[in-house]
């Protein structure tokens, strides 16, 4: 469709086509709540094709870093802290 068809009123939607009955955003509201969207910057992104590579490279960090807090909290405290002497 052109810019000018637009501006004229004219498109080549189908008359079969009836979309007089729709409600604008039914689903608007529904869908916020059960969608998270976050956006990457752009270098970061290009190092993931899609968002499965994305999803499982965050369950492996938080895996790592739920091990690495359980590892801490079984240290005794006073392993961590230097004697004096």
Do not use: C, H, Q, W
């Not at 369950?59 to 005794?76: G, H, V």
């Amino acid at each position: 469709m052109k810019k000018s068809d637009v501006r004229k009123g004219t498109s080549e939607m189908r008359a079969e086509y009836d979309l007089g009955k729709g409600v604008r955003g039914k689903y608007a509201e529904a869908y916020a709540k059960g969608t998270n969207v976050i956006v990457l910057d752009p270098d970061v992104a290009a190092m993931f094709p899609d968002s499965k590579s994305v999803n499982e490279a965050l369950r492996i960090i938080a895996r790592l870093a739920s091990k690495r807090a359980a590892k801490a909290d079984k240290t005794p405290a006073s392993s961590t802290k230097r004697k004096a002497g």
